[in-house]
Structure formats: C-alpha cells, structure tokens
C-alpha cells in the first residue's frame, strides 16, 4: 500500500469517527474488507499478503481504533495457513471470520445501550459532549420507545462533528439545547449528568475521547456532576495513552496581518478516575468498581 493511501486511509477513519463514533466505524471498516474481499481478483499465493498489509495499515492509523485492532488482531490468528485451499476457499473463510467480527461488536454495542437506558430518569437534564453512536442510540430507544422525558444539553464543537447529533436528536423529537462548547460553565448546575464516549480506554487508565472532553470532564468533576463513560470492553488497550498515536496537525494561518501555525489534536486523554460510572456490556459499574474491572477484562 503506498505512502498516500495509507493517508487516505487514516483520514478517513478519523472523519467517520469523529461523526459516528468508534463502534460505528468499526462496523463499517469491517463491512468494507468483507467488500474488498469480495472484489479482489489475485492469484492464491497473493491473496494473504494482501490481507496483511491492509490489516498492518489499519493497526497504524492516527489515531488507532482499538475497537477495530483487536478484531483485526483476532482475524490475523483466526484466518491461518492453508496451503491447499483454493482462492475461492480462502475468500469464503475470510468473509465468514470477518462476519463473525461484525456480530460480535454489534451484540456488544447493542448490550451497552442496553444498560445505558438505565441510566436515563424522568426529568434528567444530560450533557453531551462526545459524537457517541452507543450515545446517541439510547437517547433514541429512551424517548421513543420507553417514552421517558428527559432534555440533552449538546456541547458544539465544530459543526462538522456536532451536525448529524443534533439532526438525529432533532429527528427523534428530543428536548435538546445546543450551546458551545466553551460556554458550559453557564449552564453547568442545569445539568444533572454528562454521558460521554470513547476511542479506547489505555493500559495506563485514561480515556481517550474526543477533543475537549478533558476540560469539559474536569469542570463537571469539580462541579460533582457524575460522569457516565460508555464503552464496550473491545475499546480496553493493552497500550498506554502515548501509544495511542493521536494526529497531530499543523495548518498555517492568516488574519490580517498576522501568521502563525496552529497546532491541533484529534483526541484528548480524561483521567479514568474523574469518571463516576463506567457502562459496558457487563452492566454499570461505579467509581469503586471499575478499576478492578478493568483490569480483569483486559484483553
């Protein structure tokens, strides 16, 4: 794979996941090898190596989807040698195991909204900060299905990533207000819980979520409004933050007659102990208890 497409590649993995979420572009780079496997026309001899530096490019890209690693990862042992398959052979069971992925991320998101409806009262006034799919899908289910009544404050970032929240809220009829990001401070004692996503959960126990989660959780923990974090146990690392290979952009800017480089981040690290519960498809977890689980699910 050359030089600009892994580029290509990675761009286009950090777009998606910055409007929908890991678990969603997760599934949907799944659904695109098993299409690409379909597609591919190669000699026997050729057909592995070609599964591999897809997979080594996805395993590399700014930033990593751990979610997507690990069922790539377990892929890569699953698929093996057989030397007397045929080409038609291989493609069959590659397609099968890559199936298999997509199931299994899909019935974990789906037990994760499960439990996240739970965590929705009659009355709540929840901030949102982060694009979640998990997120998004059990506002949805909580208003439409179960009828709960309940009002989202959505925390805009750039309208980019925020636009097709707030057109799904919109959609379901959700009481929401949209303030900037920025501006939380004035709206901090209206809210009574903050439900966030994330990229991954790293061995060294931060959260790696979108940009300007950091602040944004840090001013609800100091405010002692609880902090939800969803996440299925597929986003666990067994890497530390700094491994995470976050982008980092530099763009020159001009305003009048000034110029400088800006210096941009895709994701921010939030301290897993400013988290009050923890919601996997294991169920909720409080403060107390998700260190431990942590560590005991690791994969």
């Known amino acids: 794979m050359k030089d600009e497409d892994k580029a290509i590649l990675c761009s286009l993995i950090r777009d998606h996941e910055d409007t929908v979420g890991s678990s ?32 080594r490019a996805i395993k590399n ?9 690990h069922l790539i990862e377990e892929f890569e042992r699953e698929i093996g040698e057989s030397p007397d398959a045929s080409i038609d052979q291989i493609k069959a069971q590659a397609i099968r195991i890559l199936e298999e992925k997509y199931q299994k991320i899909k019935t ?18 929840i901030i949102v900060h982060t694009i979640s ?37 919109s959609a379901a009829g959700i009481d929401m207000e949209i303030i900037p990001e920025y501006s939380l ?5 209206r809210g009574n819980k903050v439900f966030m996503g994330a990229l991954s959960i790293t061995d060294d126990m931060k959260v790696v979520s979108a940009v300007g989660s950091a ?5 609800c923990h100091l405010n002692r409004l609880p902090v939800y974090l969803f996440a299925n146990t597929l986003k666990f690392s067994h890497r530390p933050w700094s491994q995470q290979r976050i982008h980092r952009k530099v763009e020159s800017k001009t305003h009048g007659d000034v110029s400088f480089q800006l210096i941009t981040h895709s994701h921010d690290a939030v301290d897993l102990k400013h988290v009050d519960f923890l919601v996997t498809e294991e169920g909720i977890k409080d403060k107390a208890a998700t260190m431990e689980f942590i560590k005991a699910a690791r994969i």
């Open 24 to 55: 969603r572009v997760t599934m949907m780079a799944l659904k695109a090898f098993i299409e690409s496997i379909r597609q591919v026309r190669c000699r026997v001899e050729e057909v592995r190596e070609l599964y591999s530096e897809l997979s």
């Open 61 to 69: 890209t700014e930033p990593k989807v751990i979610p997507l690693i």
């Open 108 to 125: 974990k998101t789906g037990r994760v909204i499960e439990h996240g409806l739970a965590c929705i009262n009659e009355g709540d006034v």
């Open 133 to 169: 799919y998990d997120v998004t899908n059990m506002l949805k289910l909580a208003h439409e299905v179960l009828h709960k009544n309940f009002k989202v404050i959505v925390l805009k970032q750039d309208l980019a990533k925020t636009r097709r929240l707030i057109k799904s809220l």
């Open 185 to 189: 401070s004035h709206y901090i004692e």
């Open 215 to 219: 602040n944004i959780v840090s001013l």
